[in-house]
């Protein structure tokens, strides 16, 4: 029973590394899919 506990824990915990591995990767590419926001020249004076 302790064996099966375990392996539950183990199958959740690899469930939730691969979900976020996917939520990463989206995020990755719509920051990369936006453009970036043009550089306003106040800074210069």
Known sequence: MVLFVILGFAAG?????RVA???QAKQQAS???SPSVPDDDEDDR
């Not at 915990?13 to 590394?17: A, W």
């Open 31 to 33: 920051q990369l899919a």
């Open 21 to 23: 591995r996917q939520e």
């Open 13 to 17: 915990l690899s469930n939730l590394i």
